[in-house]
């Protein structure tokens, strides 16, 4: 079964820093099927990048994704305060067809 | 842009079948490649996908839950539901619906379903 770990737990960083976030798979990630989303409380997530690197619509060019196989990376180049909440990755593929990591939250130092 | 939004029973005792329905407005849920999905969230884990659904009825469900789930699609209605059964407190979460194309890129906002005993 695919598990997604992510770190850090917690990133504790001031408005124009950046923010680097990990998402290490437990297998492949085929196809490069990796997507990143953020989450704000009383809200659905939003996706940022789908396919490990490409910016969903409307999505700030602050934000970018890289990696391939399994070990994948979000960074925010310059935060914003809208920036500050949960993000967590998702793949597609393996068994089960889609599996979610537990979070990283990025909180205001 | 399209929305999504759950609608459903915020109470379901143990041993029951939970029932959600998914209301696709700005689009509709017969246009495009797309599969609509259910995802769910207890408190303070992570988010666990349920299964898919495409307009043509054919589905996909997660491995861990597929001897209790069951979702259909009413293209008429603009709708896709889910019914979950023999529940219990584990089965107690937020409960998602969301369009999807390998990614998820619509989501509604959630619903909380508790099971209580």
């Known amino acids: 079964e695919m598990v997604l770990t992510q770190s850090p737990v917690t990133l504790s960083l001031s408005p124009g820093e950046r923010a680097t976030l990990s998402c290490r798979a437990s297998?492949?990630?085929?196809?490069?099927?990796l997507a990143w989303y953020q989450q704000k409380p009383g809200q659905g997530p939003r996706v940022l990048i789908y396919r490990a690197s490409s910016r969903a619509t409307g999505i700030p060019d602050r934000f970018s994704g890289s990696g391939s196989g399994t070990d994948f990376t979000l960074t925010i180049s310059r935060l914003e305060p809208e920036d500050f909440g949960v993000y967590f990755c998702?793949?597609?593929?393996?068994?089960?067809?889609?599996?979610f990591g537990p979070g990283t939250t990025v909180e205001m130092k | 842009q399209v929305q999504l939004q759950e609608s459903g029973p915020g109470l379901v005792k143990a041993s029951q079948t939970l029932s959600l329905t998914c209301t696709v407005s700005g689009g509709s849920i017969s246009s495009g490649s797309y599969y609509w999905s259910w995802i769910r969230q207890p408190a303070g884990k992570r988010l666990e996908w349920i299964g898919r659904i495409y307009i043509s009825g054919t589905t996909d469900y997660s491995p861990s839950l597929k001897s209790r789930v069951t979702m259909s699609v009413d293209t008429s209605k603009n709708q896709f539901s889910l019914k979950l059964t023999s529940v219990t407190a584990a089965d107690t979460a937020v409960y998602y619906c969301a369009r999807e194309q390998l990614w998820f890129d619509s989501w509604g906002q959630g619903t909380l379903v508790t099971v209580s005993s």
């Open positions: 297998q492949s990630v085929s196809g490069g099927f």
């Open positions: 998702q793949q597609y593929g393996n068994s089960p067809l889609f599996s």
